[in-house]
C-alpha cells in the first residue's frame, strides 16, 4: 500500500509549465523523440496531451487531493463507456479524469 502511494506522489513531481512544455516539444520534434529526450514515457506525453485538449492548463496542475466521486456517478460513468466505442484513456480524461485507471478500476468494481 505504502509503495503505491509513493508511486502516486511521484507522478505529480512535474509542474502544469513543464507538461505543457512537453507537449509543445512532441508537437515539434514528436512524442518519440520528445520521450527520450526527457525520459518520459510515450504513453505519459500522449496523456498529458489528453488532458490538455479535454481540461485545459488545469488538468495539469499536479494533484493533491483525491477527488471523491458518489457510487451513482462511477456507475452512470461505466455504462456510458460500456455503450461508446471510444478507447478507455480517452473516455476517462473527457469526463474529467486523471487517465484510465481510476475509470479501469470502477469497471472492474461493477462487473
Known amino acids: 500500500m505504502l509503495g503505491g502511494h509513493f508511486h502516486m506522489e511521484r507522478k505529480s513531481k512535474y509542474s502544469a509549465a513543464?507538461?505543457?512544455?512537453?507537449?509543445?516539444?512532441?508537437?515539434?520534434?514528436?512524442?518519440?523523440?520528445?520521450?527520450?529526450?526527457?525520459?518520459?514515457?510515450?504513453?505519459?506525453?500522449?496523456?498529458?496531451?489528453?488532458?490538455?485538449?479535454?481540461?485545459?492548463?488545469?488538468?495539469?496542475?499536479?494533484?493533491?487531493?483525491?477527488?471523491?466521486?458518489?457510487?451513482?456517478?462511477?456507475a452512470s460513468l461505466v455504462e456510458e463507456y460500456q455503450k461508446s466505442d471510444e478507447k478507455l484513456e480517452e473516455f476517462a480524461i473527457r469526463h474529467g479524469l486523471r487517465g484510465r485507471t481510476q475509470l479501469s478500476q470502477w469497471i472492474m468494481g461493477y462487473q
Open 18 to 74: 513543464f507538461k505543457l512544455m512537453i507537449i509543445h516539444e512532441a508537437e515539434t520534434l514528436g512524442i518519440t523523440r520528445t520521450s527520450r529526450l526527457y525520459s518520459i514515457s510515450d504513453h505519459t506525453i500522449r496523456t498529458w496531451k489528453l488532458i490538455y485538449k479535454y481540461q485545459g492548463i488545469q488538468g495539469l496542475e499536479p494533484t493533491h487531493s483525491n477527488n471523491t466521486y458518489s457510487s451513482e456517478y462511477k
